[in-house]
C-alpha cells in the first residue's frame, strides 16, 4: 500500500457527460501528479500540483483541468467525455516539487466511456 | 476501430531463477532512474531507485545497475517468485524537465 488513495475505483460513463476523479496523497507529500494510462499509450503525464499551486503541464487536454485543495487533496475533472477518454487515471504524490525523487502511485480509477 | 494493445517485450523464467530486465534510456543528462512494478489493474509500485553518481544499488531481492557510459539501466530480481509477476518499467528524471520519463515496460512471466 502505497498511501495514496483514488475514489472511485471504477467510473461508466456515457460520452458528453462530466467526472471528477479524486486523489488523496501520502501524509505530508506536497506533490500531486495525474496521469493516463491507455493500452496503447502508456503511461502519459497530465498535470502536476504542488502545495495547491499548478506546477507542471504535460498531454492534458483542455477538457480536462484539476485542482490541489487547502489540504493537499487533488481532483481531475473531465468533461465532455469521448470515448478515447477511456483509461486508468492514476495519481501519484512526493515529498518534493521537482520530479528527480520518487513518486508514489494510487491504485487508479478505471474510467470507461460507452 | 480497435485499439492495440502496447507490444511489450516478455520475459519467461521459472521460480527460484535470477530475472534480468533492461532499460536503454534516452537523455545523458538523467540524473535519476526509477524502477516500477505494476500488476494487471493496479497502481505501479515504487521498486528502488538511483541517481547518476552511483553505478549499483540493492534492495531487498533486487539490485539496479546504471552504465551511463552507454545509457542503460537493469533490474535484476534474485530467486524470482511467482508474485513477482507483472509489468516493471524504468522512468528518468532530466534536470530541467517537468516530469518522469516513462519507459513501455516488460513483461515478466514466472512459471512455478
Known amino acids: 500500500d502505497s498511501g495514496v488513495t483514488q475514489t472511485p475505483k471504477h467510473l461508466i460513463t456515457a460520452t458528453g457527460q462530466r467526472v471528477t476523479l479524486r486523489c488523496s496523497p501520502r501524509s505530508g507529500d506536497l506533490s500531486v501528479y495525474w496521469y493516463q494510462q491507455s493500452l496503447d499509450q502508456g503511461l502519459q503525464f497530465l498535470i502536476q500540483?504542488?502545495?495547491?499551486?499548478?506546477?507542471a503541464k504535460g498531454n492534458i487536454l483542455e477538457r480536462f483541468s484539476a485542482q490541489q485543495f487547502p489540504d493537499l487533496h487533488s481532483e481531475l475533472n473531465l468533461s465532455s467525455l469521448e470515448l478515447g477518454d477511456s483509461a486508468l487515471y492514476f495519481c501519484a504524490s512526493s515529498g518534493y516539487p521537482d520530479p528527480g525523487t520518487a513518486q508514489y502511485f494510487g491504485p487508479g480509477t478505471r474510467l470507461t466511456v460507452l | 476501430g480497435e485499439s492495440v494493445g502496447l507490444h511489450l517485450p516478455t520475459l519467461s523464467v521459472q521460480e527460484g531463477d535470477n530475472s534480468i530486465i533492461n532499460c536503454a534510456y534516452s537523455n545523458s543528462a538523467s540524473d535519476y532512474f526509477i524502477w516500477y512494478k505494476q500488476e494487471s489493474g493496479k497502481g505501479p509500485q515504487f521498486i528502488i531507485d538511483i541517481r547518476s553518481n552511483m553505478d549499483k544499488r540493492q534492495g531487498q531481492r533486487v539490485t539496479v545497475l546504471l552504465n551511463k557510459t552507454v545509457k542503460h539501466l537493469s533490474l535484476q530480481i534474485a530467486a524470482t517468485q511467482p508474485g513477482d509477476s507483472a509489468v516493471y518499467f524504468c522512468a528518468e528524471s532530466v534536470p530541467g524537465y517537468s516530469t518522469l520519463t516513462f519507459g513501455k515496460g516488460t513483461m515478466l512471466l514466472v512459471s512455478p
Open positions: 500540483y504542488y502545495n495547491g499551486e499548478e506546477r
